[in-house]
């Protein structure tokens, strides 16, 4: 192996090690998106939870006056 060949696969490693730390940070920003995307996704969750929440809350209060109450005395024997 003379000196241009060393030459030419040290080049060609140094091309992939660009490649591989691209990749890398590549994917580190990739999982930065993921994380902060399920961070507002869970924002999202929560806000339509406590809406649905405050919106049927009024019917299911109304449902549980009109409901009888439940004698739990009378069931045990």
Known sequence: MDARE???LRA????V???LESAR??????TRIAQASAAVMQRWKT??????DAEA??????QLDDEAPVDTN???E
Do not use: N
């Open 25 to 30: 940070d590549s994917f580190a920003e990739m």
């Open 57 to 62: 809350r009024p019917e299911l209060d109304a």
């Open 6 to 8: 060393v030459e030419a």
């Open 17 to 19: 090690a660009a490649q």
């Open 47 to 52: 806000a339509l939870g406590a809406a649905v």
């Open 74 to 76: 009378s069931q045990i």
């Open 12 to 15: 060609s490693s140094a091309a």
